[in-house]
T-cell receptor, first 114, second 116 residues
Framework: AQSVTQLGSHVSVSEGALVLLRCNYS??????LFWYVQYPNQGLQLLLK??????LVKGINGFEAEFKKSETSFHLTKPSAHMSDAAEYFC????????????FGAGTRLAVHP | ETGVTQSPTHLIKTRGQQVTLRCSSQ?????VSWYQQALGQGPQFIFQ???????GRGNFPPRFSGLQFPNYSSELNVNALELDDSALYLC???????????????FGAGSRLTVL
């Protein structure tokens, strides 16, 4: 069975600091991995996805994530946080060949302070 | 292109009642999925519809049911509401292509259901 673990339900950074949100997955088959962001009172918006091409994936708003099979990780990073990055971030996994069932982690709430 | 729209945005029901939530998929998308997001948790897969048929289901009881219409819009119905059904219900649409697992889901803003 597939699963996703997001370490840290809350992360707080200063504006301009590095953002690192952690995600570890479990999958018995090659996974597809996604990061979504959710702003208050909104749905989920795709940041980036990994589909077995390049292991370093660049997304929107300056975010990127690196797929590390040996560590079963897909951590999300951004070199310099902006106030507008404050939101809830979800890591999700789906499996190749399957239908679009996403399994989400519990989420990490990112706070950015001046 | 229009995105995914859901209605109503908020509603309050009492235990034992029934509720219907509606979703219009993004233009060009033929697959609709529903997710339940309880407070402080990640979304959980309820079911998916493709070609007007259920195409996969998560760990939800039969009182959760759905429909997909020829225009690809969809409904989620929940009967005999329980307090634990209070959540944000998210609809997502996607195109159906060869490698379905890689397809990106486009989410609506959700319907927030409160059961008293």
């Amino acid at each position: 069975a597939q699963s996703v673990t997001q370490l840290g339900s809350h992360v707080s950074v200063s504006e301009g600091a590095l953002v690192l949100l952690r995600c570890n997955y479990s999958s018995s088959v090659p996974p597809y991995l996604f990061w979504y962001v959710q702003y208050p009172n909104q749905g989920l918006q795709l940041l980036l996805k990994y589909t077995s091409a390049a292991t370093l994936v660049k997304g929107i708003n300056g975010f990127e994530a690196e797929f590390k099979k040996s560590e079963t990780s897909f951590h999300l990073t951004k070199p310099s946080a902006h106030m507008s990055d404050a939101a809830e971030y979800f890591c999700a996994v789906s499996q190749s060949g399957g239908y679009n069932k996403l399994i989400f982690g519990a989420g990490t709430r990112l706070a950015v302070h001046p | 292109e229009t995105g995914v729209t859901q209605s109503p945005t908020h509603l309050i029901k009492t235990r034992g009642q029934q509720v219907t939530l509606r979703c219009s998929s993004q233009s060009g998308h033929n697959t609709v999925s529903w997710y339940q997001q309880a407070l402080g948790q990640g979304p959980q897969f309820i079911f998916q519809y493709y070609r007007e048929e259920e195409n996969g289901r998560g760990n939800f009881p039969p009182r959760f049911s759905g429909l997909q219409f020829p225009n690809y819009s969809s409904e989620l119905n929940v009967n005999a509401l329980e307090l634990d059904d209070s959540a944000l219900y998210l609809c997502a649409s996607s195109p159906r292509t060869g490698s379905s697992g890689a397809n990106v889901l486009t989410f609506g803003a959700g319907s927030r259901l409160t059961v008293l």
